[in-house]
């Protein structure tokens, strides 16, 4: 899916195509949010659907970075990336272990859902246009 999301990066430019894919994603997440463990399976197919549309942010995502860091600067500027996306991989567990102590598994799915949409309006507003 990679490919397809790449093409259609470069059809439909990479700002346009990332927003799109933010949300979607949170549609996915809402909707999953909403059914819950009342029907699992469908919740399941929700977060399939989503995946689909994680995959344009991991194709493209990378791009906006590489294009808005200088390329004498990519070396320090590295470390960064790589502090944002350890930072990335240690966040999710708190917030998700904070909100489940509070509501049910599904409040998971909708919180994620905010997360991506504010993503989505935050690309949308300061990616620049040309990308």
């Known amino acids: 899916?990679?490919?397809?999301?790449?093409?259609?990066?470069?059809?439909?430019?990479?700002?346009?195509?990332?927003?799109?894919?933010?949300?979607?994603?949170?549609?996915?997440?809402?909707?999953?949010?909403?059914?819950?463990?009342?029907?699992?399976?469908?919740?399941?197919?929700?977060?399939?659907?989503?995946?689909?549309?994680?995959i344009a942010l991991d194709a493209l995502g990378s791009t906006a970075f590489m294009r808005s860091v200088r390329s004498y600067e990519r070396a320090q500027m590295a470390a960064v990336y790589r502090t944002y996306l350890d930072f990335s991989e240690l966040t999710p567990p708190l917030v998700y272990s904070v909100v489940l102590s509070f509501f049910g598994l599904g409040s998971v799915f909708v919180t994620l859902g905010i997360l991506a949409a504010f993503c989505g309006f935050f690309t949308w507003r300061y990616l620049p246009k040309p990308f």
Do not use: D, E, Q, S
């Open 1 to 54: 899916m990679a490919i397809f999301w790449g093409k259609a990066g470069k059809r439909f430019g990479g700002r346009r195509t990332m927003t799109f894919a933010y949300f979607a994603m949170a549609a996915m997440l809402f909707a999953a949010g909403g059914v819950g463990v009342a029907a699992p399976l469908l919740t399941a197919a929700f977060l399939l659907c989503g995946a689909l549309f994680t």
